[in-house]
């Protein structure tokens, strides 16, 4: 039994659409993986929202 070449053609085209769909997908998960690791090294690198707070107070007012 031999495929009609439109099928063929058909579901060569459909494939090819799938595998972009695919890559596209990847990239864009890749891309959110690197924000997210991103946001996770800013957080880790400013000290705590309790700590930045008591700094503020201990440090005596600059002089205007």
């Keep these: 039994m031999m495929i009609h070449y439109t099928t063929a053609q058909a579901l060569g085209q459909a494939r090819l659409a799938e595998l972009r769909h695919q890559a596209q ?8 993986g690197r924000a997210r690791r991103a946001r996770r090294q800013r957080a880790s690198q400013r000290p705590p929202a309790i700590l930045a707070a008591l700094t503020r107070r ?3 007012p600059r002089p205007a």
Excluded: E, I
Aim: without cysteine.
């Design 25 to 32: 997908r990847d990239a864009l998960a890749r891309a959110a």
């Design 58 to 60: 201990a440090r005596p």
